[in-house]
């Protein structure tokens, strides 16, 4: 149901992007969400004290003045800690669905275009990765390695999650290497680079930067899963951490505790739904034949 348009028409990727976000009531309520949970995690640190001092006096404090979502098993402010704990599994999750992204393309561009040799090693290497099991690697990784930078997870999930990807970019050049505007440029002899990088490419860039939003929302759910599994050291604030805390420490079974276990679920959900919501408005603006429905 639309409920709100530009006055003139979008011109540009940017504005087709602003006008199917806000074409459709899901579409703005999601970009709302995802802007309120980016802004909660990225400028709300520099409102609170990033020490959140322990007080051992209020431990499993229930919700009050001074602590709106009560304290947890150390006598630490909640909301504080829900606060600084959003920036690592945001700043993870774009990391990784970029590395994920940039490897699909750039190889299943190659493959679909050459063909040949390439793309049946291409095809080999992605069979490989896809056999290898994600929760083992992080258990093997997480073994030797006890103080996994946030930036060295981020590397990990990006390079064992492009494979899917990587087919579905494969099929969508081997659909366009048939159109007549990419017969044209082989003609005029432009070059595999420049043919793949500016004719092929530029004219998936929906489909990328849609995939690139899925990226993200499956990349926070792996580092917050690992986090629950106790995969990832304990370095840092981060909601994942703060449901395995809630976990290890009961606090399910004690009322007063609820906020500190519910609190990053909602956090993380409120941010998963307003993606998915924000990216199907995205598609229908962005795929030709779902932008008239």
Not at 37 to 66: C, H, M, Q, R
Not at 214 to 228: D, F, P, S
Request: net charge neutral.
């Amino acid at each position: 149901m639309a409920v709100i348009s530009a006055s003139a028409p979008a011109t540009g990727v940017w504005g087709t992007i602003w006008q199917g976000i806000t074409r459709s009531t899901s579409g703005f309520i999601g970009l709302c969400l995802v802007v309120g949970v980016l802004l909660f995690s990225f400028v709300g640190p520099l409102l609170v004290d990033p020490a959140n001092p322990t007080d051992v006096t209020k431990i499993w404090g229930p919700p009050s003045a001074e602590h709106w979502l009560g304290t947890n098993h150390e006598g630490k402010d909640t909301f504080t800690q829900l606060v600084l704990g959003g920036r690592e599994p945001i700043w993870v999750g774009f990391v990784a669905a970029l590395i994920t992204v940039a490897i699909a393309v750039v190889l299943g561009a190659v493959a679909g275009y050459v063909r040949g040799r390439i793309d049946h090693v291409l095809l080999q290497l992605t069979d490989i990765t896809m056999t290898i099991p994600f929760i083992v690697l992080m258990l093997v990784i997480a073994s030797f390695y006890r103080t996994s930078s946030p930036l060295v997870v981020s590397f990990i999930i990006g390079l064992v999650t492009w494979p899917f990807l990587m087919r579905s970019i494969r099929a969508q050049v081997l659909s366009l290497k048939e159109r007549e505007f990419i017969e044209a440029a082989r003609l005029q002899d432009l070059g595999t680079a420049r043919i793949l990088f500016v004719e092929v490419l530029p004219n998936m860039a929906g489909y990328i930067f849609i995939n690139f939003i899925i990226a993200i929302t499956n990349a926070i759910y792996a580092v917050v899963g690992m986090y629950l599994l106790g995969l990832l050291p304990s370095t840092a604030d981060n909601w994942g951490l703060m449901i395995q805390q809630a976990w290890d420490n009961n606090a399910f079974l004690l009322p007063q505790a609820a906020p500190f276990l519910i609190a990053p679920m909602v956090m993380i959900m409120l941010f998963q739904i307003g993606l998915v919501t924000m990216t199907r408005s995205l598609e229908q603006a962005l795929n030709p034949r779902l932008r008239d429905r």
